[in-house]
């Protein structure tokens, strides 16, 4: 080992491992050029063939949903007779972590969620067959078990097609139109549609055995409304959701090309005045395009950002080696992550673009290194052996503890585990490809641009800053030069630094206490506006039906020109409604979507029927309510403490860490009529 090592480190460092692997690729530079050339092209080939483009990455949710129908229209004959009896009967399973039930008028939910590692789609199946043979239900019930998904509605759809009528009548025959959306699922069904999976209606009513008649009977649980821009007018129309979810790794903007262009042809058969029309509401397409578009933007502003600045700081010749570095650096980036398996989706895109701010430092470091020594040196090879030397070690340090600080994301678990792996991936992929770049293939760019003949010696090289970047070293080192060897001297400026880095501790500590915390700070702008309605409690289907409309009618008005399409989803029933409202990109309208954001909120005020939040569609989940829960087996008293914990808290005053006062800004208890449960408690 002793040997090999003198052979590695021999001639007092002046032939490290290192400066070799640099010169291999400066000396072979004909093959260097051909490995170079056949990892870029395989890198642009993965980001515009092989790599799939999906809207989030798959990843398992360990929770099963268990809904249905007991049709006897009592919420507490449902929990007791149903959401309990479910409940006991899964808590019994080692595998399950917790249960929560809900039950309102003659529907239930029951929301499992299971250990980590469990597998839901199994251990759900299972759930459900010991539910059907333990007889712990009454027969009349009509259930189901889905494993939720990340999507556009409650089951975790890919994708969304509203269908309508061509009329502002929201009170249409609904039936007729549900039979009409199973008509167009039997069409799209017939094309083959290689990237669907799945593809069903959501239906909004639900099917059961009345257990007073014992006859089969529907009932409408959800309503659905979907709204455009057309003739410079807003209008909302009643409509039946249709969700398609995706094979995992299939790509969605394909599909989504597919999907539009099987439901222009439906469209195209339809006929009359009352005629029927579907539209695609729902795709991750659209945003993994702008994505990819602010991606391809970002990379051209900082490429010529380090051309501009690269060209004044160094030398324009310099500048061009660090940009094709950068793009080398992308492109085999890119290439890795297809071989590792991952997609084109909304985690590792935004990761490319945090990538590009690190990127770029070995690339400069080792550009610099190699324009300081051609200044001195004559000869390109001792250029490269001995700017490598100088810079390598520095390198190899930074770029590992670089990597090591992303490293611990990468074992993150549970679902936000799943879906941030990809950041630490993509980066620490970048900056072991950024070292590896700045060692092998700069020494060859630098060959052909920047170590030629004329480019070599003092009198060849020009700088543009150099009398500028003189003058600031000038005035940084003045203390120092001024102090000398003098004692008194030195001991007077180090502590006058010491004195000044205190400085800027204690402002940065004020300006500390000063910013707010936010896991998911708010964006400045963003495409679209969420709509929450939290209906009163006793409300009817039909009277939720009836607030949402005047609700759509607020937005329609406010939102006006800048509203592009909407829809609940068939996310909205009785107790609650939730509508995603797609406004024009913001390089297209004026305003900003905070400002329409709060327009909608101070239009909401007062309304009646429903509680009203607005918010943005933005980076991680809505912001959600602070929950109290009282567990107890006497509901009775348990509504009384809630409305005695409520009255106390409308009262109270919050002192925030800055002295700010602060009181709560809205204070509910649940519906006295939905009965919930959790771990088997009321």
């Known amino acids: 080992m002793k040997k090999l090592l003198t052979s590695i480190y021999k001639s007092d460092g002046q032939d490290r491992l290192l400066p070799r692997i640099s010169l291999v690729t400066f000396d072979h530079y004909r093959i260097a050029l051909i490995v170079w050339a056949l990892l870029v092209l395989f890198g642009a080939l993965s980001y515009g063939v092989f790599l799939k483009r999906q809207g989030f990455p798959s990843i398992s949710i360990p929770y099963s949903i268990i809904n249905g129908a007991y049709l006897v229209n009592d919420p507490a004959k449902v929990d007791r007779e149903v959401a309990k009896p479910i409940s006991d009967l899964v808590l019994k399973d080692d595998r399950v972590k917790s249960v929560e039930t809900t039950s309102r008028g003659a529907f239930f939910v029951v929301a499992v969620q299971y250990q980590e590692g469990t597998d839901p789609d199994a251990v759900g199946k299972e759930i459900e067959s010991k539910i059907e043979k333990s007889g712990a239900i009454p027969e009349q019930v009509r259930l189901q078990i889905q494993s939720p998904r990340f999507g556009f509605t409650e089951r975790g759809d890919d994708a969304v ?28 069904k017939s094309k083959n549609i290689n ?36 003739d410079d007018k807003n209008q909302y129309f009643q409509s039946v959701a249709i969700g398609i979810m995706q094979y995992e790794g299939s790509d969605v903007i394909k599909l989504d090309d597919q999907l539009r262009t099987v439901i222009a042809e439906y469209n195209s058969q339809q006929a009359g005045v009352d005629k029927y029309k579907a539209v ?47 793009i080398s650096v992308l492109a085999i980036t890119v290439g890795a992550l297809f071989l590792l398996g991952y997609t084109l989706n909304t985690i590792t895109l935004f990761a490319l673009i945090l990538c590009l701010g690190l990127i770029v430092d070995d690339t400069i470091i080792m550009v610099e290194a190699l324009d300081a020594q051609r200044r001195r040196l004559k000869n390109a090879r001792d250029i490269i052996r001995t700017a490598t030397q100088k810079v390598s070690r520095a390198m190899v340090a930074a770029t590992l503890t670089a990597s090591l600080s992303f ?65 600031i070293a000038g005035f940084i080192a003045g203390p120092l030069i001024w102090a000398g060897h003098i004692r008194k001297r030195l001991v007077m400026v180090g502590v006058t630094a010491i ?12 300006l500390f206490q000063k910013v707010t915390f936010n896991i998911f700070p708010p964006s400045k702008d963003t495409n679209g506006l969420s709509l929450m309605m939290i209906f009163d409690p006793g409300t009817t289907l039909e009277q939720a039906q009836r607030t949402a409309d005047r609700a759509n ?85 348990s509504l009384k403490l809630a409305a005695d914990i409520k009255a106390f808290l409308e009262q109270t005053t919050l002192t925030r860490a800055s002295g700010e006062v602060a009181k709560l800004k809205d204070v509910a208890i649940s519906d006295p009529g939905t009965y919930s449960r959790s771990g088997g408690d009321v």
């Open 499 to 510: 004195l000044i880095s205190f400085i800027f501790i204690g402002a940065s500590g004020y």
């Open 553 to 637: 009618k607020i937005v329609a008005d406010i939102v006006g020109e800048n509203f592009v399409q909407a829809s609940y989803y068939a996310i909205a029933n009785d107790s609650k409604a939730t509508q995603r409202i797609d406004i024009l990109p913001y390089d297209k309208r004026d305003v900003r979507s905070p400002q329409l954001r709060d327009e909608l909120q101070a239009a909401f005020v007062g309304f009646k029927g429903a509680s009203v939040d607005v918010g943005q569609l933005d980076v991680g989940p809505p912001a959600s309510n602070f929950d109290v829960r009282i567990a107890s087996e006497n509901r009775e008293q």
């Open 161 to 188: 097609i509203s269908l309508y009528r061509e009329t502002a009548d929201t009170s249409g025959d609904l039936q007729s139109m549900t039979d009409e959306a199973d008509k167009l699922v039997a069409f799209v």
């Open 407 to 471: 490293a611990p994301l990468l074992f993150v678990g549970g679902i936000l585990g799943g879906f941030i792996r990809a950041i630490p991936v993509t980066v620490i992929t970048s900056l072991l490809v950024s070292l590896a770049v700045a060692l092998v293939f700069i020494p060859l760019f630098a060959r052909f641009l920047l170590l030629g003949r004329k480019q070599l010696g003092e009198g060849n090289v020009y700088e543009p800053a150099a009398a500028v970047e003189s003058k």
């Open 195 to 230: 990237g669907i999976e799945s593809i069903s209606t959501i239906d909004p009513f639900v099917d059961g055995i009345n257990p007073a008649t014992g006859q089969s009977v529907s009932s409408q649980n959800t309503f659905d409304r979907y709204a455009e821009r057309n």
């Open 280 to 326: 695609v509401s729902a795709s991750f397409a659209t945003d993994i395009k702008h994505q990819i578009g602010e991606l391809q933007k970002a990379l051209l502003e900082g490429l010529i950002a380090v051309l501009v600045v690269g060209s004044l700081v160094i030398a324009v010749r310099a500048s061009i080696v660090t940009v094709i570095s950068m």
